[in-house]
C-alpha cells in the first residue's frame, strides 16, 4: 500500500482552531496588503508602557540596513511574560519542570515565578549589573535558568545564553566578544542519570577570557556535587535570592532595546552574535506560539529544546510565558533511562503539545514500536518539529506511534536569526505534506531567487530570501553591523539570504532542501565548517583540515573530516583520538567527528582554494558525479582521497 502524499486537517479539528483554511488565507493577504496595519493591531497582543505610534523602519539596502519595530514604543518583556497574568492566572501553572530521573517534577506557578524573578533581578542589582550589560548564562535546564533570563529582562540587562554543552573555550570566547562581567551558572547538571560539571567549566572559561574581565560568578548548587567558590567573586544563587526583597519594578524599556544575544554559526569566521531587541521579538514569539500551535490557556506545552538554543528562548520561555501557557521544562534526553521516556512524560503530565527535533524522532524511530509502546497518549492533540528537515519516512512514524495517525503536525522552519517560526502549517488551516514545511505565516514574504538573485515564479527551486521585514527578525550582529549587512545582505541585493535551498510547488508549499552554504546542520545543531576546520589547524600536528557534512540516518549529516597531518607525524589510531578529543575540547561534544580521514593533500584551485564540493561528494560516496576536477592544481590527489576513503568503510 503507497503512504498518502496528502493529510488534509482532520476531521475532530474543522471549526475548532483559531483559523481556517479560508481564515489563514484572508488574514494572510491582509498582512502583505497592510502590513503596518496589521502588525499595528496585532502587536497590541502586549502590554506597552507607553504605546508606539511608528509600527515600522526597515531598509534591507546593505549601505543602509536597518530594522526598526515599534521603536518609539516601550515596554518590558518580562513585565508581560509574569505580571499581567497575576491578577487572574497567577496560580496558573507557569513551568511544569520535568527532571532527569523519572518520577521527579515539579509545578511553578506565574506567582512563584514572578517572585523568585523579581527577587533574583534585586540580586542582580546588588551584583552592580545594569542595564544594558551583557550577562552570561550558562546552565543546565533547570527552572533557575528561566528565572536567569527573566530577571536580566526585567532590569534591561542582555542576556548570554551559551549551551551548557559547550566546552570551556567556546564559553569564553562568547564571553569576551560579548564583554560579559557576570556569568550564572550550577555546580552541575543532571543529564542521562549522568552529572555534568559545569562550574569547573566556568572556572577554566574565565581564566581564558582575554577581552573581558569576569567579575561575578552565581551558581546554583544544584546537584550533591562539591564546588569551589571562589571568595570575592563566586556567589551562591540561594544566598543572594535570601537577602534580597520581592518588589523590583520593571525597568522601561524602549522597543529596540536589546533582548539577548544568541551566538550561532554561519560559513565563515567565529559564531556570531545574534541580537534580538524586546518589543518585536515579544509580538512575533507570542503571535506564532499562540497560531502555529493553536495554543488554549490551561494547556501543557512541551518544546523539548534547550535553552541554549533559539527554539528554548523563543517556545520554551517567551512566546509560552507570554501568552500564560504551560511551559514544560525537561532537564533530560528523550532514551533515559531508556525509549519510553518521552511517551511515559507525555501520559503522566497528559501534555497537549509535544515539539521536537527530527533527529529525536529518528533515534526513536531506529527502536520501531518500543518507545510508544503501552503508551496511551491521547492527551496529545497536536505534534510539532523544527530544527532540520524531517524527512518523509520519520514524518509517518511521528504521526502514527505519537499521533496515533489523529494529530496534525507542524514542521516549523526557522533560525536563530528569525526569532521566530516563518514557514509553517497551521494545524486548523493547512493540509500537510510529510517533509514540506508549508506556507508562510503572517507577514511573511519568502521567495526563491536563483543564484544571480532572479525571483523565481510558480514551482521552481532555489535560494530561498526574505523580501521584507517581520517583528521578529534578528536586528545586528553584536558589535559588528557590518557583518550583519555582509552576511545576510549582501548575496542578493535587498533581500534577506537566509542560507538555505528550497522547492516550491504546484501548490505553493515550501520543501527546505538543506544548507547551501558551508553551515552543517548536526542533529539540528549548526556548525559552522570554517569553525571546525579553525579548530583543527590550531592543532600542532595538523598541517591542513577541511570538513563537510555527509548523510547520516539519525543525526540529519554527520562530521566528516580530512586531515593532512604535519610532516614528520604519523596517522595512528592513537593521533585520530587525539583529534577527536581536541575538537570536543575546543568547541563540544557535540562537534565530535563521525569520520576522520587523512589526506595526504587536499583537492584545491591552482588558486589555493580548497574544493569542497569534492570532498562532499567523496564523503557521501558518489565518486560518480565529482564533476569537472581538471581544474585541480592537482587531479592526482582526488584518486588518492577516495581509495583512503574506501579504505575507510
Ligand atoms: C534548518 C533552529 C528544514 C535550516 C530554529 C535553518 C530546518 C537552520 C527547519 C537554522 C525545518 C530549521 N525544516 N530545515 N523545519 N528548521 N531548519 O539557527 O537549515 O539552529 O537554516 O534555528 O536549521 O538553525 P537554527
Known amino acids: 500500500m503507497t503512504e498518502p502524499t496528502l493529510y488534509p486537517v482532520p476531521g475532530p479539528y474543522a471549526g475548532k482552531t483559531l483559523l481556517d483554511e479560508q481564515g489563514y488565507l484572508e488574514m494572510y493577504r491582509r498582512s502583505l496588503e497592510d502590513s503596518e496595519g496589521f502588525w499595528r493591531e496585532q502587536a497590541q497582543r502586549l502590554d506597552w508602557i507607553r504605546p508606539f505610534t511608528q509600527v515600522k523602519d526597515v531598509s534591507f539596502a546593505r549601505d543602509d540596513l536597518h530594522i526598526r519595530w515599534f521603536a518609539d514604543g516601550t515596554l518590558n518583556v518580562a513585565a508581560n511574560c509574569l505580571d499581567r497574568h497575576l491578577a487572574e492566572h497567577g496560580d496558573d501553572t507557569a513551568i511544569l519542570w520535568v527532571g532527569d530521573e523519572p518520577g521527579t517534577s515539579r509545578e511553578i506557578s506565574y506567582r512563584e515565578l514572578h517572585s523568585e524573578v523579581c527577587r533574583f533581578a534585586n540580586g542582580l542589582k546588588s551584583l552592580g549589573v545594569q542595564r544594558g550589560d551583557v550577562v552570561t548564562i550558562y546552565m543546565p535546564m533547570i527552572p533557575q535558568a528561566a528565572v536567569a533570563m527573566l530577571a536580566c529582562a526585567r532590569i534591561g540587562a542582555v542576556h548570554s545564553v551559551v549551551f551548557a554543552g559547550f566546552s570551556p573555550e567556546a564559553l569564553a570566547g562568547r564571553m569576551d566578544d560579548g564583554q560579559s562581567r ?74 529596540e532595546d536589546p533582548l539577548f544575544i544568541l551566538y550561532t554559526s554561519g560559513s565563515t569566521g567565529k559564531p556570531k552574535g545574534v541580537l534580538h531587541s524586546g518589543g518585536g521579538y515579544l509580538t512575533y514569539t507570542s503571535l506564532t506560539h499562540e497560531y502555529v500551535f493553536d495554543y488554549r490557556r490551561g494547556e501543557r506545552f512541551w518544546c523539548a529544546a534547550d535553552i541554549g538554543w533559539i527554539t528554548g528562548h523563543s517556545y520554551i520561555i517567551y512566546g509560552p510565558l507570554a501568552n500564560g501557557a504551560t511551559t514544560v521544562m525537561y532537564e533530560g534526553v528523550p532514551n533515559y533511562p531508556d525509549v519510553t521516556r518521552v511517551a511515559r512524560i507525555v501520559d503522566e503530565h497528559q501534555i497537549d503539545v509535544l515539539y521536537i ?34 524527512n518523509p519516512e520519520a514524518w509517518r512514524w511521528y504521526h502514527r506511534n505519537f499521533g496515533r495517525g489523529q494529530c496534525p503536525i507542524v514542521d516549523t522552519w526557522w533560525q536563530t536569526e528569525t526569532g521566530g517560526a516563518l514557514l509553517t502549517p497551521l494545524p486548523g488551516a493547512t493540509a500537510l505534506k510529510p517533509g514540506s514545511a508549508t506556507r508562510p505565516f503572517f507577514g511573511i514574504r519568502p521567495a526563491l531567487v536563483d543564484n544571480d538573485g532572479n525571483i523565481l515564479e510558480g514551482a521552481a527551486e532555489g535560494n530561498l530570501v526574505l523580501l521584507d521585514s517581520w517583528p521578529g527578525q534578528m536586528r545586528t550582529v553584536f558589535g559588528d553591523h557590518q557583518r550583519f549587512a555582509d552576511t545576510y545582505f549582501s548575496t542578493f541585493r535587498d533581500m534577506y539570504f537566509t542560507g538555505d535551498g528550497a522547492r516550491r510547488d504546484a501548490d505553493g508549499y515550501y520543501w527546505i532542501t538543506g544548507r547551501v552554504d558551508d553551515v552543517l546542520n548536526v542533529s539540528g545543531h549548526r556548525m559552522g565548517t570554517a569553525e571546525l576546520e579553525s579548530a583543527l589547524v590550531a592543532h600542532p600536528a595538523v598541517a591542513e583540515a577541511a570538513v563537510v557534512g555527509f548523510p547520516h540516518d539519525i543525526k540529519g549529516q554527520g562530521i566528516y573530516v580530512y586531515v593532512t597531518l604535519n610532516s614528520g607525524v604519523e596517522p595512528s589510531e592513537e593521533m585520530h583520538r ?72
Open 578 to 649: 587525539t583529534l577527536r578529543d581536541w575538537l570536543r575540547s575546543e568547541i563540544g561534544p557535540i562537534a565530535t567527528p563521525d569520520v576522520i580521514q587523512w589526506a595526504p593533500g587536499l583537492p584545491k584551485t591552482r588558486s589555493g582554494k580548497i574544493m569542497r564540493r569534492i570532498l562532499r561528494k567523496i564523503a557521501a560516496d558518489e565518486y560518480d558525479q565529482l564533476g569537472d576536477i581538471s581544474t585541480l592544481a592537482d587531479p592526482s590527489v582526488v584518486e588518492q582521497l577516495i581509495d583512503n576513503h574506501t579504505r575507510l568503510a
Open 357 to 390: 527535533a527530527p533527529t529525536a524522532i529518528r533515534a526513536l524511530m531506529a527502536e520501531g514500536d518500543r518507545p510508544t509502546e503501552g503508551a496511551d497518549l491521547s492527551s496529545l492533540r497536536l505534534l510539532g518539529t523544527v530544527g532540520e528537515p524531517i
Open 182 to 255: 557576570v556569568v550564572i551558572t550550577a555546580n552541575a547538571g543532571r543529564r542521562g542519570g549522568r552529572s555534568v560539571v559545569l562550574k569547573e567549566n566556568v572556572d577554566r572559561a574565565i581564566a581564558l577570557c582575554k577581552e573581558t574581565t569576569v567579575e561575578t560568578a552565581v551558581v546554583v548548587n544544584y546537584t550533591d556535587d562539591a564546588v569551589n567558590m571562589q571568595p570575592g567573586r563566586d556567589v551562591d544563587y540561594g544566598e543572594l535570592l535570601a537577602a534580597q526583597d520581592e518588589d523590583c519594578p520593571p525597568e522601561e524599556m524602549g522597543a
